[in-house]
């Protein structure tokens, strides 16, 4: 056994990250699948277990299912797959599961994503700390085999992912979409075929470009972070270069999105989230055999997301819910309230139907009907849903954060904005021409400011002004 025994800096809020052969080895690995089946009493249930394309995660994968099974679960390894498959196979078996998967982080990271069935995230909250601390304990002794030891079988859930996806959005329909689809080497190099493609099921009116779609933990091409404005340039030059409708880039375990428009330039999240709320609300308001119709539907958003996202929302019929930035609280909200979708600035997107979990191929999807029941380009499409002007997170390292603030709260509050401490401090101008978030990062010395304004000007002074002060210049 390693004599590794405290794990904590692997250990995140929300899942488990580590660099392969020092703070996550298959010794380890072993332990947490005895310790996940252990605190969450799983023996004799079934436990799902699968992982991205990193060298190290077939490994894994086979430790983490003889910890569980040692502790007595039924284990299935669902082999290679998305995150977003994950998610859907713990909804549809109603199992608790595992995926192996660091996701945009670099090749010589690996990790952990939890969930109870059902799809329930395990967070720090839910059972992680004390899934580490049992871990530790038999890292520290040995795994005792359960009087009734588990088995270890194979399920391959693809084919199901994909055909309950295109249950949810018909894109038989579509006009013809030319769609460039950048997988970064990533697990969308598996899922887009299957989902959007003929690789298992029956072609759709959609031209797949295949941009890195070899499935290849050492990331060749670029780094499977589509947040980074430099990993989309071989998505916008490919669009551009094909003609493209519309091009998709995926992060490393494919569960988020970012979309390209026709000429190149990225769309923003908060657009498509506002697109994809919009055709969620219709869909909710007139029913189905599944639900019967709801008079308003809610949509949870989270902080920094557009304020255009809770007024088209609103618009429409809907009832928009406001979050902190984060995961945990958009999936907790989403059970809570019952809401049909929600989203994130980051390109997280959730939905009722995926069992509250996030699912870029989902929201891809959403966008490709949406652009396929009309003539108008994605261009002029997202601009109805995106009508402010947006500075993008800002990052400031500051040693005196709560200084900082204090400095931007004197300044800035004052008669005619209102301020909210939801997470961080949000400020927003009554007459609607600006807002401001300034949150401090959990585990670096960093100040994060996104601001939004009417247009680029007003933009501009304001994010320039409390940049200055944040950084006391």
């Known amino acids: 056994m390693s004599t590794t025994n405290d794990l904590s800096p692997s250990f995140k809020a929300y899942d488990i990250r580590g660099i392969v ?9 072993e332990a947490i699948g005895a310790a996940f089946v252990e605190v969450l009493q799983l023996a004799g249930q079934n436990v799902l277990v699968g992982g991205d394309m990193r060298p190290s995660s077939p490994g894994f994968c086979r430790a983490f299912a003889n910890g569980a099974a040692a502790r007595g679960a039924e284990v299935q390894l669902l082999g290679q797959i998305s995150t977003d498959e994950l998610y859907y196979a713990c909804g549809a078996l109603s199992a608790a599961g595992a995926t192996f ?3 945009h982080n670099p090749s010589e990271y690996n990790g ?12 720090s909250e839910t059972g992680l700390v004390e899934i580490r601390e049992q871990a530790e304990a038999y890292l520290a002794s040995s795994i005792p085999v359960a ?4 088995g270890i079988g194979v399920h391959d859930v693809l084919g199901d992912y994909a055909d309950y996806l295109r249950s949810l959005v018909d894109l038989s329909d579509s006009r013809p979409l030319k769609v460039v689809v950048d997988a970064g080497n990533g697990m969308a190099g598996l899922t887009t075929p299957a989902v959007l493609g003929e690789a298992i099921l029956g072609p759709l009116p959609l031209q797949i470009v295949p ?16 947040l980074e404005p430099e990993n989309l340039r071989d998505l916008q030059d490919a669009v551009v270069k094909h003609g493209a409708d519309i091009g998709l880039a995926f992060d490393g375990d494919a569960d988020r999105c970012f979309v390209i428009d026709e000429n190149g330039s ?4 908060s657009a498509i989230t506002a697109l994809v709320a919009l055709r969620e609300i219709a869909r909710a308001r007139r029913g189905s055999n599944l639900r019967p119709p709801e008079e308003t539907p809610v949509i949870i958003h989270n902080l920094i997301t557009s304020k255009a996202v809770p007024e088209l929302v609103t618009a429409a019929g809907g009832r928009p819910v406001r979050t902190r930035v984060g995961h945990s609280f958009i999936k907790a909200l989403m059970a809570a309230e019952g809401a049909v979708f929600g989203g994130e600035h980051s390109a997280h997107y959730y939905f009722r139907d995926f069992y509250n979990a996030d699912t870029g191929m989902l929201a891809a999807m959403h966008v490709l009907a949406a652009l396929g029941e009309t003539q108008t380009p994605l261009s002029a499409l997202a601009a109805d849903y995106d009508p402010y002007v947006a500075s993008g997170e800002v990052n400031s390292r500051i040693e005196d954060v709560p200084a900082a603030v204090s400095r931007v709260r004197q300044s800035y509050a004052r008669d005619g904005v209102a301020v909210n401490e939801l997470d961080g401090l949000t400020f927003i101008r009554e007459d609607g021409q600006w807002w401001f978030n300034l949150r401090a990062s959990n585990t670096e010395p960093y100040l994060r400011l996104n601001v939004e304004a009417v247009d680029q000007p007003t933009m501009e002074n304001v994010r320039d002004d409390v940049l200055g002060l944040v950084r006391n210049t």
């Open 21 to 29: 052969g020092e703070t996550i080895t298959e010794d380890i690995v």
């Open 101 to 103: 998967t660091a996701s």
């Open 112 to 123: 952990i994503k939890l969930a109870k069935a059902g799809a329930v995230p395990v967070s």
């Open 147 to 150: 009087d009734t030891p588990g």
């Open 211 to 226: 941009l890195y779609f070899e499935l290849d933990g050492s990331f060749p091409n670029h780094p499977a972070n589509p």
């Open 266 to 269: 990225p769309v923003s999240p």
